[in-house]
């Protein structure tokens, strides 16, 4: 079943929330509406399921117009973003899913509505729940309860607003996999959500939605850019990619006269470094690190960082970006990292800053040990040891620096 919002202009009080919004979604699609809050996000979802009336467009489904939320009911299911606390069971709230099924004089459900909502909260992992009071749950297990009431209306588009909100991180990417698995198994999802590597870990496409108008649309790789979120969010961060994936960390704003260093490590070999630089004051770089690389998560959170998809070899890009970091830094650091042909090109980095006089060298186990590359990365390691300060340990970077700064 195909969904679409055509021209759809929404008028509240003289005020235009929504203007000119135009999408679709397509069966096994999953979604996430992206913005700020205020931007139009609810607003979306509510004109879609049919509590809010378009002053002009339209919004379809299979090529017919949605007519009253009663008629729909059975195709659209609608998690709003508050949840009222009740003292009513489980099992009962999410019967309320049933309704649209139920005799319109009796409004009570027979036995096949229990068997449906019964397994509804078996897709929810919340099986023993029935007889739980709702408002002894934890916030958790309290949208698990609400997913499933809109799992048992048994729609064919879903839509979501916030369903992570106010979740710890394991909690977050639970529900998210659980409305996955729904999408795979044939309906249609859309999520509004504010964090924005949980859209784009599930999404199979991003809405970014600024001032109640659709400003970018796509992929996540492709619309998901540091200048796109600038615009839409007013922040300034770094997009890692890796993949076809990505991951947004905030940019650290840079303090006038910090002098800035940069760490040439991998594989765990740069954290230390890079946890006494920040904390001593100076602006952290580092490169070229594979994604997920634990060096990698340390430098997302502190610094910029050059990087590379994971398990792969240094490419020529990223090699050329390494260089040209290294000539804008003030100092450069060769942690005591193992070299093999997928980070070779990283001792080339090196030999470059040594070249400048603006290399240190932590030396901590002899290279021999390290070295998978062979005579080549030998040569070239002993070329940089006659021209880079030499230090033992990790310890005493600091006074190097001081050293090499004057």
Same mark, same amino acid.
């Given at each position: 079943?195909?969904?679409k919002? %055509? $021209?759809?202009?929404?008028?509240?009080?003289?005020?235009?929330?929504?203007?000119?919004?135009t999408?679709?979604?397509?069966?096994?699609?999953?979604?996430?509406?992206?913005?700020?809050?205020?931007?139009?996000?609810?607003?979306?979802?509510?004109?879609?399921?049919?509590?809010?009336?378009?002053?002009?467009?339209?919004?379809?489904?299979?090529?017919?117009?949605?007519?009253?939320?009663?008629?729909?009911?059975?195709?659209?299911?609608?998690?709003?973003?508050?949840?009222?606390?009740?003292?009513?069971? *489980?099992?009962?709230?999410?019967?309320?899913?049933?309704?649209?099924?139920?005799?319109?004089?009796?409004?009570?459900?027979?036995?096949?509505?229990?068997?449906?909502a019964?397994?509804?909260?078996?897709?929810?992992g919340?099986?023993?729940?029935?007889?739980?009071?709702?408002?002894?749950?934890?916030?958790?297990?309290?949208?698990?309860?609400?997913l499933?009431r809109?799992?048992?209306?048994?729609?064919?588009?879903?839509?979501? $607003?916030?369903?992570?909100?106010?979740?710890?991180?394991?909690?977050?990417?639970?529900?998210?996999?659980?409305?996955?698995?729904k999408?795979?198994?044939?309906?249609?999802?859309? *999520?509004?959500?504010?964090?924005i590597?949980?859209?784009?870990?599930?999404?199979?496409?991003?809405?970014?939605?600024?001032?109640?108008?659709?400003?970018?649309?796509?992929?996540?790789?492709?619309?998901?850019?540091? %200048?796109?979120?600038?615009?839409?969010?007013?922040?300034?961060?770094?997009?890692?990619?890796?993949?076809?994936?990505?991951?947004?960390?905030?940019?650290?704003?840079?303090?006038?006269?910090?002098?800035?260093?940069?760490?040439?490590?991998?594989?765990?070999?740069?954290?230390?470094?890079?946890?006494?630089?920040?904390?001593?004051?100076?602006?952290?770089?580092a490169?070229?690190?594979?994604?997920?690389?634990?060096?990698w998560?340390?430098?997302?959170?502190?610094?910029e960082?050059?990087?590379?998809?994971?398990?792969?070899?240094?490419?020529?890009?990223?090699?050329?970006?390494?260089?040209?970091?290294?000539?804008?830094?003030?100092? *450069?650091?060769?942690?005591?990292?193992?070299?093999?042909?997928?980070?070779?090109?990283?001792?080339?980095?090196?030999?470059?800053?040594?070249?400048?006089?603006?290399?240190?060298?932590?030396?901590?186990?002899?290279?021999?040990?390290?070295?998978?590359?062979?005579?080549?990365?030998?040569?070239?390691? %002993?070329?940089?040891?006659?021209?880079?300060? *030499?230090?033992?340990?990790?310890? $005493?970077?600091?006074?190097?620096?001081?050293?090499?700064?004057?």
């Amino acid at each position: 079943m195909k969904l679409k919002v %055509e $021209d759809v202009v929404v008028r509240l009080g003289s005020r235009d929330v929504l203007k000119d919004v135009t999408f679709e979604v397509k069966e096994g699609e999953l979604v996430a509406l992206l913005g700020p809050n205020g931007s139009g996000k609810s607003t979306i979802l509510r004109t879609v399921f049919g509590v809010l009336k378009p002053m002009k467009g339209v919004v379809m489904l299979d090529g017919k117009e949605i007519g009253s939320v009663e008629s729909a009911a059975r195709i659209l299911g609608y998690l709003p973003q508050d949840t009222p606390i009740t003292n009513l069971k *489980v099992l009962d709230i999410v019967l309320l899913g049933r309704t649209p099924y139920m005799s319109s004089s009796l409004r009570r459900p027979d036995e096949s509505d229990y068997r449906v909502a019964r397994k509804a909260l078996e897709e929810v992992g919340l099986e023993d729940f029935a007889d739980r009071v709702f408002s002894e749950l934890s916030g958790g297990e309290r949208q698990k309860v609400m997913l499933a009431r809109v799992f048992a209306q048994q729609p064919k588009i879903m839509l979501l $607003d916030e369903p992570t909100a106010h979740l710890d991180i394991a909690a977050q990417i639970e529900i998210m996999e659980i409305v996955r698995q729904k999408v795979e198994e044939g309906k249609s999802a859309i *999520v509004a959500i504010h964090d924005i590597n949980l859209a784009s870990s599930f999404a199979t496409h991003i809405l970014m939605v600024k001032d109640g108008k659709i400003v970018y649309a796509g992929k996540a790789e492709d619309v998901i850019t540091e %200048e796109s979120i600038r615009d839409v969010f007013g922040a300034e961060v770094s997009v890692r990619r890796y993949g076809r994936g990505v991951y947004v960390v905030p940019k650290l704003k840079p303090v006038g006269g910090q002098k800035r260093i940069h760490v040439i490590c991998g594989g765990g070999s740069g954290q230390n470094i890079l946890y006494a630089l920040a904390e001593a004051g100076f602006r952290v770089s580092a490169g070229v690190v594979n994604v997920l690389d634990s060096d990698w998560e340390v430098v997302s959170e502190l610094g910029e960082v050059i990087d590379e998809a994971p398990f792969s070899q240094i490419s020529d890009s990223a090699h050329e970006r390494n260089l040209r970091m290294v000539e804008e830094s003030d100092a *450069v650091i060769l942690a005591n990292l193992s070299v093999g042909w997928g980070n070779f090109r990283n001792l080339l980095a090196a030999k470059h800053a040594a070249e400048l006089g603006k290399l240190i060298v932590v030396n901590g186990t002899p290279f021999n040990q390290r070295n998978f590359v062979g005579e080549s990365a030998e040569r070239i390691y %002993e070329e940089i040891l006659k021209k880079a300060i *030499v230090v033992g340990g990790e310890g $005493d970077v600091l006074d190097a620096i001081r050293k090499l700064l004057g």
